[in-house]
């Protein structure tokens, strides 16, 4: 991902950045290599912003902008990010260029900060419309993220059977287009809350499934709650000896 990354910085390959900012983000995702993302991110813009950009090329750093804050640390770092990618979008505003796509990025990463603030349901609200404008274009990954988010916001809530309605429509999605460490995720969410609410029903072969997507992935948060998860299902049947070989 780093070697296409760089390749496409070179180059002013755009296109082919396009498609490598999506697996940086994702290897992010599962590794935690949060702060080796953010300073290839970095040093790209500061890259571009010495360069003569065209209008499609501007839109592409104002993505870059919003890629970055969702990796910063602090709240305000994340705000300055933001502002900087909303003054490129207005600049842009009155090109022809469909503008929607980013619009839906940075109102997901508006509703993380929102809900970092603990203002959940102004965050539910800039995650709707999110996915309104992702379900309107040929994004097939976006719409997943955001229905799992939300979500987590009505777990955190208590609303469990709305938690429950979502996280079930992200896990059809990511199993529709083959985003396994998505389907890991919207898994343990909906076990999580089955075991909670006293209506889980063990599936072995599938957590065992997802179990070797988490590894083959490098996600190590994923796979330690499947190990749990695993465990707890042996002892739900009153089979220790299993239970420990995953505790």
Not at 36 to 50: F, P
Not at 103 to 120: D, H, K, N, V
Not at 176 to 185: A, K
Request: hydrophobic share 40%.
């Amino acid at each position: 991902a780093y070697s296409a990354w760089h390749w496409g910085v070179q180059r002013h390959h755009f296109e082919h950045l396009d498609r490598a900012l999506f697996s940086l983000r994702r290897h992010a995702a599962v590794t935690y290599s949060f702060r080796e993302i953010e300073k290839a991110i970095k040093s790209t813009i500061a890259t571009l912003e010495n360069s003569d950009l065209t209008t499609t090329q501007q839109l592409f750093l104002a993505r870059l902008w919003i890629g970055l804050s969702s990796l910063s640390n602090s709240l305000e770092s994340r705000q300055g990010t933001l502002a900087n990618a909303q003054t490129l979008l207005e600049d842009l505003a009155e090109s022809s260029l469909d503008l929607r796509a980013v619009t839906a990025q940075a109102l997901l990463i508006s509703a993380l900060l929102t809900w970092s603030e603990g203002r959940y349901d102004d965050a539910s609200y800039l995650l709707k419309e999110s996915l309104t404008l992702t379900q309107k274009l040929k994004d097939k990954w976006s719409p997943a993220i955001v229905l799992y988010t939300l979500g987590k916001i009505r777990q955190i809530q208590g609303q469990q059977k709305v938690a429950v309605a979502y996280f079930q429509q992200s896990f059809s999605l990511c199993k529709s287009i083959g985003d396994e460490p998505g389907l890991t995720w919207s898994l343990l969410a909906l076990t999580t809350i089955s075991i909670i609410e006293g209506t889980y029903k063990p599936n072995h072969e599938m957590m065992m499934q997802q179990l070797e997507v988490a590894r083959k992935w490098g996600d190590r948060r994923s796979e330690k709650g499947l190990l749990s998860t695993i465990g707890f299902t042996f002892l739900y049947e009153a089979r220790p000896e299993e239970a420990l070989k995953y505790y």
